[in-house]
């Protein structure tokens, strides 16, 4: 059990449409990052979220957003979907410095 | 481009024997330098990690070692067991500020009994 909670595990969409993934982090957690793997591949960085602001970004574009809340929850959010946007899509949490605990994924398949 | 670059992209290893995995960089502002295990539907976990100013950390059978001139760095599984088969990344991030980890892009790691 590591902590940190993706939901759903997995996930379809149609290009052009719209998709929120969602991350459940353990009590105390207030800096969360999330990271895109596609297959065979490295996660590639997002954006971090910390206290509930974005305070860093990898070269994705502005249709990648995300939001922090109090409860220690976060949500990815991704607006006209591409075929290339088809990874698995993970959260990683932590209280600062470098220990940070990764989630499953959620792994989303666009068509 | 492909800020860590890692090799070989698969291994195949005997129970028991040495697996070795090498990474390079270019970014010497890195200072963090982590090693993640990676199986089949799960995320990826922190394996051991090393800053820059060590050349070697050892954490039972797994250690790293640390070529700060020449922007190397490489895993070694000792005593390497049909568990350990999973896929390896290295990673590499500046200061402890966002969590911009740069990964490398994996190596599948086969042990075979």
């Known amino acids: 059990e590591t902590g940190v909670t993706q939901s759903p595990t997995h996930l379809i969409k149609t290009r052009g449409q719209q998709v929120t993934l969602r991350c459940s982090s353990q009590?105390?957690?207030?800096?969360v990052s999330w990271y895109q793997q596609a297959l065979g591949q490295g996660p590639q960085f997002i954006f971090q979220y910390y206290r509930e602001e974005e305070n860093g970004r990898g070269n994705f574009p502005p249709r990648f957003s995300g939001l922090q809340f109090p409860n220690y929850s976060s949500e990815l959010n991704v607006n006209a979907l591409e075929l290339d946007d088809s990874a698995l899509y993970l959260c990683?949490?932590?209280?600062?410095?470098?220990?940070?605990?990764f989630g499953s994924g959620t792994r989303l398949t666009v068509v | 481009q492909q800020q860590v670059k890692q090799s070989p992209q698969s291994l195949i290893v005997q129970k028991g024997g040495i697996s070795i995995i090498n990474c390079a960089y270019e970014?010497?502002?890195?200072?963090?330098f982590p090693w993640y295990q990676q199986f089949p539907g799960k995320g990826p976990a922190l394996l051991i990690a090393i800053r820059p100013d060590v050349s070697e950390k050892k954490e039972g059978r797994f250690t790293i070692s640390f070529n700060k001139s020449a922007k190397q760095f490489s895993l070694h599984i000792m005593d390497s067991q049909p568990g350990d088969s999973a896929t390896y990344f290295c990673?590499?991030?500046?200061?402890?500020?966002?969590?911009?980890?740069?990964f490398g892009t994996g190596t599948r790691l086969t042990v075979i009994p």
């Open positions: 990673a590499a991030k500046v200061g402890t500020g966002a969590n911009n980890l740069f």
């Open positions: 970014n010497t502002a890195f200072d963090y």
């Open positions: 990683a949490s932590g209280a600062g410095g470098s220990g940070y605990t």
């Open positions: 009590s105390g957690h207030n800096t």
